[in-house]
């Protein structure tokens, strides 16, 4: 059994988190949303009990559980009062053991999900990141969502659900973390309740890949109509847990727009008043993932925003950062950690994290000194291997009519230039 138990007697509470490593990107095609279905499904029905059975059940131990799925995993997490720990391990083994996927509630789960997908159309800034995941990793299974598309929902049959959960639901294919009032023998014993009842199955063959970078300048523009803002996410390709300059890279992103005093805030917002919000970030997941900045400037000011923020990035790139920039971001991010471990079920996570994007071993343990032992030359180096100045998707969500030709004007080096409606999934 892959599990880590994590003690802590600050409270009387027992929790875990049971993760499979089978997500969205190796749903089949066609049939996006598979496994986030699937999921959710399991407290609609199971062990002898309908969806208003679970809860209630859930509720009278004094507990919580939740399930979902990730790009590379699906994960069911829980908490109880210790004294009630062995009677929801023991349910909630039931119900990964023996779901009852009923049609009914898997049609109604469906439509369920479309309307969260159709009403999702309402975020401008998730309808900017949708695009820029979208055209950044397009061949590659980054470029799905999660939760699927309204089509690929409507095509999911109960089959497919039985099937996905046979081959995922295994104790081959399980990553366990239980933390809270317990100790190692105890954790152990709760662990196996969780999978007492699956199958020992095999161990998932993941096939995915890392991504390929796009070449050139990319301008993808979702039209919708009435819009006084533009949310701008500009994006390429970042790192992966085990590349030698990923905590050189995690600094420079911080220096640059990883706090409320970054660069990229200080010049957007700070200086310029262009933009309430203005941040970048990495995404860290099995495979290589983006690195994106965003900003949301009034529907006048995005040309000039768009132009900056690309010249800014160029001199980041070529130019670097100071020695002060990454000095006060390694302090940050040293005094911010502790935020990041206080509790039990945080470092659980942590530890589960790592399993399921087979990070390297220590990842977490040695974080502090890795950070501490970046310099400018290192983060400045991480910064020209990794990032692409030229290689960009800029993803903007307007309306066409008032923005698009200035966006592309304000564009040097563009490449391709795309329009999608913002009603496109």
């Excluded at 307007?398 to 304000?410: E, H, K, N, P, V």
Aim: glycine share 8%; proline share 4%.
């Amino acid at each position: 059994m892959r599990l880590h138990v994590e003690p802590s007697s600050a409270l009387p509470l027992v929790g875990f988190s049971i993760a499979f490593g089978q997500g969205g990107a190796h749903d089949p095609v066609e049939r996006e949303g598979l496994a986030r279905a699937s999921m959710r499904m399991l407290r609609r029905g199971g062990a002898g009990l309908d969806g208003k059975g679970i809860e209630d059940a859930v509720d009278r131990l004094g507990a919580e559980i939740g399930a979902d799925a990730s790009m590379s995993a699906v994960t069911v997490s829980g908490e109880v009062l210790a004294r009630n720990a062995s009677a929801l391990f023991e349910l909630v083994g039931r119900l990964l053991a023996s779901p009852a996927f009923e049609p009914a509630e898997l049609s109604k789960l469906v439509r369920e999900s479309q309307a969260e997908l159709v009403e999702a159309r309402d975020n401008d800034r998730g309808l900017a990141s949708r695009a820029l995941r979208r055209t950044l990793f397009h061949g590659h299974p980054y470029a799905r969502r999660v939760a699927g598309s309204v089509t690929s929902l409507a095509a999911l049959t109960r089959a497919d659900v039985v099937g996905w959960h046979a081959a995922t639901i295994t104790r081959a294919n399980a990553w366990v973390t239980v933390y809270g009032d317990v100790d190692d023998a105890r954790g152990r014993e709760l662990a196996q309740r969780l999978l007492a009842g699956l199958p020992e199955g095999v161990p998932h063959q993941d096939p995915v890949c890392d991504p390929v970078r796009r070449v050139g300048r990319e301008l993808v523009f979702v039209d919708k109509p009435e819009r006084t803002q533009v949310q701008l996410s500009i994006g390429t390709l970042g790192t992966r847990g085990d590349d030698g300059d990923h905590h050189a890279l995690i600094v420079a992103n911080t220096a640059f727009g990883g706090t409320f005093t970054a660069r990229l805030m200080n010049e957007v917002r700070g200086k310029r008043g262009w933009s309430y919000g203005a941040s970048s970030r990495l995404s860290l997941d099995r495979r290589r993932e983006a690195w994106s900045m965003w900003t949301a400037p009034g529907e006048a000011d995005a040309p000039a925003c768009l132009a900056l923020q690309l010249d800014l990035l160029e001199r980041l790139v070529n130019d670097g950062l100071t020695a002060e920039e990454v000095e006060f971001a390694k302090s940050y991010l040293a005094r911010s950690h502790v935020f990041e471990v206080d509790t039990a079920e945080k470092r659980a996570h942590r530890e589960l994290d790592a399993a399921v994007l087979a990070l390297p071993d220590g990842y977490h343990a040695s974080y502090l000194q890795r950070v501490a032992e970046v310099d400018v030359d290192r983060a400045n180096a991480a910064l020209r291997a990794r990032l692409s100045a030229d290689d960009l998707v800029i993803a903007a969500v307007g309306t066409r009519a008032a923005s698009l030709d200035a966006l592309t004007a304000a564009t040097p080096r563009l490449a391709r230039t795309t329009v999608a409606p913002h009603d496109l999934e």
